[in-house]
């Protein structure tokens, strides 16, 4: 009997033409690492010629898994978060993979138990997981005893290149506060991250090591903690700027945190940048809406967060996308030599 020319590609086709079995037309359509490169492209051509489409219930049950990314974050930068969503969707496109987004309470007694719950009822494919959970190991370890694929965001190294990338906090702010020293600054102060996270302790080292190498004494009274949110940062700025000898600059860990000792400078007639440098972390849209616009260390979070989603449904080539990312300062209106410099 004539096959109906009307009738679709099937996998078994792909296999015939290709010469291989349908077990490794499969890897290749689920994206297996255990395939060589040759016969990876050779079937990749024969389903792209014959305009076989895979059938996604059938490679979800194969699978035991749905196609389905969880974003895993308890994080108070709902900013953060946002971009870093842009970027994993940015990396999801053309993909027949989603998104669920499952915010936790790191502090909470069934945190674990909750995750796990997570991961086995949406059957996850695999999840990302932000700071400051990524930096649990053990975290980690669930995930994998899940048997699910995992990349962690970090400030810092935590894993091995296919499960992980992070950014150089610590030297970037660095460079970011030489700059202020540069411009003559020697009283500068210090808007911390909260307790917990790692980028707060990276970005907080960063600033004590350019304090350091220039020989400044940094102020107890200069240092004040905020939670990456706008009304603790404008409250920490309040402490330094109400204390006897208030800096003529304030690095903040994050922009929201930076905008908060921009009006709280404000609500003291401190002029900026006249009086007070103001700088911040991440350059988020607020920091070049806020006036003055804010000198800031550009975070690729964007980039981050689409490396990691490739790396989650790409798992044969995610040895070869980019784990570090570095940051850049971004210099704005809100920096500028101290009066008495000028």
């Not at 500068?188 to 990276?202: H, Y």
């Not at 981050?304 to 790409?314: G, I, N, S």
């Amino acid at each position: 009997m004539a096959r109906n020319s009307e009738a679709k590609p099937t996998i078994n086709d792909v296999a015939r033409i290709a010469g291989v079995s349908k077990k490794t037309v499969s890897r290749v359509i689920n994206r297996s690492p255990m395939l060589n490169q040759a016969t990876r492209e050779k079937i990749e051509s024969v389903i792209a010629d014959i305009g076989y489409v895979p059938n996604p219930q059938a490679r979800a049950l194969a699978l035991r898994r749905n196609f389905l990314i969880g974003l895993i974050h308890d994080n108070p930068n709902a900013q953060m978060v946002l971009n870093f969503q842009e970027g994993v969707l940015e990396g999801l496109a053309g993909t027949e993979f989603a998104l669920v987004v499952r915010p936790v309470d790191r502090h909470a007694p069934d945190l674990f138990d909750s995750i796990r719950s997570f991961i086995e009822q949406q059957r996850l494919y695999g999840v990302l997981i932000l700071p400051p959970l990524s930096e649990n190991d053990e975290l980690g370890a669930l995930v994998r005893e899940q048997g699910c694929r995992y990349v962690r965001m970090g400030s810092a190294r935590l894993d091995d290149a296919e499960h992980l990338v992070e950014s150089n906090d610590r030297e970037a702010v660095r460079a970011a506060v030489e700059h202020l020293i540069g411009l003559g600054h020697t009283r500068i102060g210090l808007v911390q991250g909260p307790d917990g996270f790692r980028s707060a302790r990276e970005r907080a080292q960063g600033f004590r090591d350019a304090m350091g190498v220039h020989g400044l004494a940094l102020d107890p009274a200069h240092v004040a903690k905020g939670n990456y949110t706008f009304d603790t940062g404008k409250a920490a700025a309040g402490a330094i700027l109400d204390s006897p000898h208030p800096p003529t600059a304030i690095f903040a860990s994050n922009d929201e945190m930076a905008a908060g000792v921009l009006v709280a400078a404000r609500e003291r007639g401190i002029d900026v940048p006249e009086r007070l440098s103001i700088m911040g972390f991440d350059d988020t849209a607020i920091a070049a809406h806020i006036w003055p616009p804010l000198t800031t260390v550009r975070w690729p979070i964007v980039a981050m967060a689409r490396a990691a989603a490739r790396k989650l449904v790409r798992p044969e080539t995610a040895s070869e996308e980019q784990s570090l990312f570095l940051s850049d300062l971004i210099v704005r209106a809100s920096t500028v030599a101290p009066a008495a410099k000028r």
